[in-house]
């Protein structure tokens, strides 16, 4: 069974940062790309950033490119998302998502809350 845990959420100030990981089990981690995705309040799913399986290449979306930084080690089968500059507008519930063959998962996801 894939699982995917999110942790690392919190409430941070403004400019703070923060570093989101995602615990994966129940599928050979290292052989699939893996994406971040959030979900403001009220607001549809937004895709923040991938990662290909080797780690080699990454993606961001525009709102949180020079800011984000995602990575992964595939030893300890966990996925992150490093969090610099947060703005309020970054405040939404993260989660880790990947796609195995025809069918995609998603975590629990864990709530950012950015304010002061």
């Known amino acids: 069974e894939v699982q995917l845990v999110e942790s690392g959420g919190g409430l941070v100030q403004p400019g703070g940062s923060l570093r989101l990981s995602c615990a994966a089990s129940?599928?050979?981690?290292?052989?699939?790309?893996m994406s971040w995705v959030r979900q403001a309040p009220g607001k549809g799913p937004e895709w923040v950033s991938a990662i290909n399986s080797g780690g080699g290449s990454t993606y961001y979306a525009d709102s949180v490119k020079g800011r984000f930084t995602i990575s992964r080690d595939n030893a300890k089968n966990t996925l992150y998302l490093q969090m610099n500059s947060l703005k309020p507008e970054d405040t939404a519930v993260y989660y880790c998502?990947?796609?195995?063959?025809?069918?995609?998962?998603w975590g629990e996801g864990t709530l950012v809350t950015v304010s002061s």
């Open positions: 998502a990947t796609e195995t063959g025809a069918d995609s998962y």
């Open positions: 129940g599928f050979t981690f290292g052989s699939y790309d």
